[in-house]
């Protein structure tokens, strides 16, 4: 079966969030798709089977992933197997992706509201930082700290953060060049930093849209390999949107 490996959320090869894309012709067991994913050892390798999409990281599977959706939405268009509108069957519901006429694909995702929490106990030490605010999506913690240098700058204790209730811990501060900035620490499930996340870009956007008054903005996530989403909030749904490169295609052999 055909196999790629492609960075999303970026233009430029070797730059973004790499995602594993693997195109199944006939059903597979869970575990099967799990060893994939963990040979692959990238943050997330979708699976897709007729309009059934899934995606396992090295350690789990996840109910929610924006680059490998992208990734596996720009493998259809780029090999001819798509050219309209797709709609995926996920674990998160139907999730819809389209292609712009300038080459950009964008997906619709459901927005996660954030709550405001008290700073769970451990968290301030993991991270190095004070936070300004603290919420939970249904996801992810969030933190917001004080400055896009401080979210740069940032060098958490992982295995601390890894003790945290949630999928993952996002870190957010208000841009300087962009709308906001981020990071986003997830090794409860294996994934110690992950470079550009759609996902967290789910929670991102309702609580930017409502700290700014605009629902359309543009976040940078301050990985060393870094990415630019461009978000907007449309009542229950986001509009994610970026760009992929294919930089590896082949086939598996087990």
Known sequence: MRLFTVDAFTGRAFQGNPAAVCLLETPVTDSWMQSVAAEMNLSETAFLLGDSLRWFTPAVEVTLCGH????????????GAATGQLEFMTASGTLTVNRLSDGMITMDFPAKEVTSVTVPEGLEKALGVTPVRVGKSQLDLLVEVDSEETVRNLSPDITALSTVDARGVIVTAAG???????????????????PVTGSAHCALSPYWSARLGRASLVGAQLSKRGGLVQVTLDDDRVHLAGRAVTVLSGTLHV
């Open 176 to 194: 300087t060049d962009t709308d906001f900035v981020s990071r986003f620490f997830a090794p409860k499930v294996g994934v110690p930093e992950d």
């Open 68 to 79: 490998a959706t992208l990734a596996t939405a720009h493998v259809l268009y780029s090999t």
